[in-house]
Nanobody
Framework: QVQLVESGGGLVQAGGSLRLSCVAS????????MAWYRQAPGKQREVVAT???????TYVDSVKGRFTISRDNAKNTMYLQMNRLKPEDTAVYYC??????????????WGQGTQVTVSS
């Protein structure tokens, strides 16, 4: 099994910054793609940013230039640096990790979510 632990959410004023972290642990041979998703009240979950094992990144248009996704493969950890936050960034943020076990099985794993609230 794979466990994902997220941290770093909270309440911040518009224009402020937060840094989210996601640590993967458990029966992991290799962590492959990693991503941050978010879900605002009454809306569907959307992908915010992705990072490949090689460090290639993608972002949803609404966060480009404000958010930076990164990872530390040695620590099986992913980060999301969020700057110039806006009220519309308010959501529960979820960590998503695709991993390969020692037996060669791939799995798609989700964290429990961390609340980010941006006040105006």
């Amino acid at each position: 099994q794979v466990q994902l632990v997220e941290s770093g959410g909270g309440l911040v004023q518009a224009g402020g910054s937060l840094r989210l972290s996601c640590v993967a642990s458990g029966y992991i041979f290799r962590v492959n793609a990693m991503a941050w998703y978010r879900q605002a009240p009454g809306k569907q979950r959307e992908v915010v940013a992705t990072v490949s094992r090689e460090g290639l990144t993608t972002y949803v248009d609404s966060v480009k230039g404000r958010f930076t996704i990164s990872r530390d493969n040695a620590k099986n950890t992913m980060y999301l640096q969020m700057n110039r936050l806006k009220p519309e960034d308010t959501a529960v943020y979820y960590c998503n990790v695709v991993s390969t076990s020692f037996s060669g099985k791939n799995s798609d794993n989700w964290g429990q979510g961390t609340q980010v609230t941006v006040s105006s």
